[in-house]
């Protein structure tokens, strides 16, 4: 670790390990729910279970990001942290805040929950992943604000370089949107519109900046490949995303009551969005095929490349598949949706942390720059075991949307909502054998980082790779 104040990201990364164990766990129980329809009831709602899955899927996320740009900004800034104390501080506010929000999911309804925080006041709630009450949303905005003024002046004072500014960029566009989520228009057209510009413009926009560069400076650190190629990659990369997540925000203006324009810009833009996900996958490769030293983190190596392939496949491919207008007309908010939506999560955004914390955390617990080989090879098997799980995941509910958009949608004597759920059954079982494997996968990524053994480090003959 060059420098010291790098320290404060390893709280954040070990609470969001432990939120993701939360989420799956969670998803188990929904997917349960699927197909025993009184499991938990009604201690644990369906309605419940999706917020809780949802939103410790968004806050872990976030707490992988902070983590990730507190162990990157020093080293990419050669100085310390403006205020390692100001990190510590916004991390409890942000667990302890998060943690109270669960609780109050859980323990009281809905209802009850926006009345005691004051919703009446300023009305938020109630939209999809948005749910948290008003006092957290500001919460969440107070603790986001003091993180970008921590690393923008950690910034300022030390080294510019492309990666810092584009995570940077990233961070603060992530910032305004969410602001969006304070608007909650009585029109629900309207509603609509700007709810999908904090949902799609963080999925689909400013996140991809984030993930962009948190590749590019695990790629330099472990192929030892020139920043200056790595950066132009970059460049490219981000351009294309920007371009056409933004303007893909369309594809969710189709059926809203929004002009008939977004049909075209929304199929244009959005069937164009797989490009920068494929930019990324040949990025990440050809890195990794110019590497010039061998690094003993192989498993960081691995995660590098599967967050290229998996996320191409996720939010590339899957996303294409019912993008255009014609197609989505048919299949929006079925299992298809849902089909893309785990498995570009998975790929884009949770596996870039995995990957940020697989490099960082063996030179966070006081390693020159990796576990053991025998902790790589479990952490390769939790690795394994999580994504072909999604993979399966992914397969079993494009099943089940396929069969659904016919029978319940394209057929010519459609059925109703509930008579084809009792036909997707199968699905849903092999869905949830599938997330119990992810779950296993999981538990054998965090035991990995307690198997002992002598660190595996970079000898001399490893330091040039042959071309």
Do not use: C
Not at 209 to 219: E, R, V
């Amino acid at each position: 670790m060059k420098y010291s104040s790098q320290s404060v990201a390893k709280p954040y990364f070990i609470a969001a390990i432990g939120l993701f164990v939360g989420q799956i766990l969670f998803g188990i129980i929904m997917g349960l729910q699927y197909v025993v329809g009184d499991f938990l009831f009604p201690e644990v709602p369906f309605n419940v279970a999706r917020m809780v899955h949802t939103n410790l899927l968004i806050v872990w996320l976030l707490f992988g990001f902070m983590g990730a740009a507190y162990f990157m900004v020093p080293e990419e800034s050669e100085t310390e942290l403006f205020s390692p104390k100001l990190a510590i501080i916004l991390f409890w506010v942000f667990l302890v805040a998060g943690a109270l929000t669960i609780v109050g999911y859980l323990a009281v309804p809905y209802a009850t929950l926006a009345r005691i925080t004051g919703n009446d006041l300023l009305p938020t709630m109630g939209r999809e992943f948005l749910e948290q009450p008003t006092i957290t949303k500001i919460g969440i905005v107070i603790v986001v604000l003091g993180f970008i003024f921590n690393i923008g002046m950690t910034i300022l004072r030390g080294r510019k370089t492309v990666i810092s500014m584009v995570l940077l960029m990233g961070l603060v566009g992530l910032a305004v949107f969410f602001l969006f989520s304070f608007y909650n228009p009585t029109n629900l057209v309207l509603d609509k519109m700007f709810w999908w510009w904090v949902v799609h413009l963080w999925v689909e926009g400013v996140w991809e900046l984030i993930l962009g560069s948190i590749l590019a400076f695990t790629l330099i650190k472990i192929t030892g490949v020139d920043r200056e190629v790595i950066e132009k990659w970059l460049y490219v990369i981000i351009a294309m995303a920007l371009i056409t997540g933004l303007l893909g925000t369309g594809h969710h203006y189709f059926f809203i009551g929004t002009p008939d324009y977004w049909l075209w810009i929304g199929s244009v833009f959005s069937a164009m969005e797989p490009i920068p996900f494929f930019m990324m996958t040949l990025f990440a490769f050809n890195m990794v095929n110019k590497r010039r030293r061998q690094h003993p983190n192989r498993a960081a190596t691995l995660w590098v490349l599967g967050t290229g392939v998996m996320a191409f496949l996720g939010a590339g491919v899957w996303g294409f598949l019912h993008t255009l207008a014609p197609v989505n007309y048919y299949t929006h908010g079925s299992q298809i949706t849902a089909a893309h939506g785990h498995m570009a999560f998975y790929g884009a955004y949770v596996m870039i942390v995995l990957t940020m914390i697989s490099y960082a955390m063996p030179i966070l617990n006081g390693r020159d720059a990796a576990n053991s080989n025998k902790s790589q090879v479990v952490e390769m098997w939790g690795f394994w075991l999580m994504t072909i799980s999604m993979v399966f995941i992914t397969l079993f509910l494009t099943g089940a949307g396929i069969l659904q958009v016919y029978l319940q949608r394209y057929s010519e004597t459609p059925q109703a909502f509930m008579v084809v759920q009792d036909q997707l059954t199968m699905f849903y079982w092999m869905r949830e054998a599938a997330g119990l494997v992810f779950l296993t996968g999981l538990f054998t990524y965090i035991a990995s980082f307690f198997v002992k053994g002598d660190e595996a480090r970079l000898t001399p003959a490893e330091n040039v790779v042959s071309s």
